[in-house]
Antibody
Framework: EVHLVESGGGLVQPGGSLRLSCAAS????????MNWVRQAPGKGLEWVSY????????YHADSVKGRFTISRDNAKDSLDLQVNSLRDEDTAVYYC????????????????????WGQGIMVTVSS | QSVLTQPPSASGTPGQRVTISCSGS????????VHWYQQLPGTAPKLLIY???QRPSGVPDRFSGSKSGTSASLAISGLRSEDETDYYC???????????FGGGTKLTVL
């Protein structure tokens, strides 16, 4: 069965850092691009980051650019999100999600739909 | 303020057909695919429709999607009580170079 399991969340002070991880199983991880999506308490979904299957294309939302870094290790079937300089507004449940039917324009890959999601991990930024 | 605009709420009675709209611009919906998600309380979102109108396996054919110009719609026919939850649209935005979600629509089954 296909599974994504996030870990690494918790309570952190403003300005602090965390490393979120997502362990994949049940599919060939290196065949799929991956994403991080977050949801603040009581709010809607917000896309955070994308990495193509062999990390040749990476995107980050403007709200996290320069502070968050997505990476993956295909040998370990794992996806990471390094989150630095955390702010109150980064408080959210963070989901990793597998990418389905993305596109390629000859230079860059682009996200498709997110067909498999993890259960989510909570990150709370508070003093 | 979300880049894609959805009505915050929608409603219908059991058996009825309801539609949820998602309005964008030429840089997102107008030039890229739209995908739809259903999110039950306390759970991860579930993919309902991808590439404007394609249903993943296991999604009932009561759910359908369409796109015209810079707007997209999710239609749910034969409304059931279990359809009462939140729905989100999303698309790639060429200017922002990122995926943009709608603000979500809470569907109530009366």
């Amino acid at each position: 069965e296909v599974h994504l399991v996030e870990s690494g969340g918790g309570l952190v002070q403003p300005g602090g850092s965390l490393r979120l991880s997502c362990a994949a199983s049940g599919f060939t991880f290196s065949n799929f691009a991956m994403n991080w999506v977050r949801q603040a308490p009581g709010k809607g979904l917000e896309w955070v980051s994308y990495v193509s299957s062999y990390s040749t294309t990476i995107y980050h939302a403007d709200s996290v650019k320069g502070r968050f870094t997505i990476s993956r290790d295909n040998a370990k079937d794992s996806l990471d999100l390094q989150v630095n300089s955390l702010r109150d507004e980064d408080t959210a449940v963070y989901y990793c999600a597998r990418d389905l039917h993305g596109t390629y324009d000859g230079s860059n890959y682009y996200p498709g739909a997110f067909d498999i999601w993890g259960q989510g991990i909570m990150v709370t930024v508070s003093s | 303020q979300s880049v894609l605009t959805q009505p915050p709420s929608a409603s219908g009675t059991p058996g009825q057909r309801v539609t949820i709209s998602c309005s964008g611009s030429s840089s997102n919906i107008g030039s890229n695919y739209v995908h739809w998600y259903q999110q039950l309380p306390g759970t991860a979102p579930k993919l309902l429709i991808y590439r404007n109108n394609q249903r993943p396996s296991g999604v009932p054919d009561r759910f359908s999607g369409s796109k015209s110009g810079t707007s997209a719609s999710l239609a749910i026919s034969g409304l059931r009580s279990e359809d009462e939850t939140d729905y989100y649209c999303v698309a790639w935005d060429d200017i922002l170079s990122g995926m943009v979600f709608g603000g979500g629509t809470k569907l109530t089954v009366l």
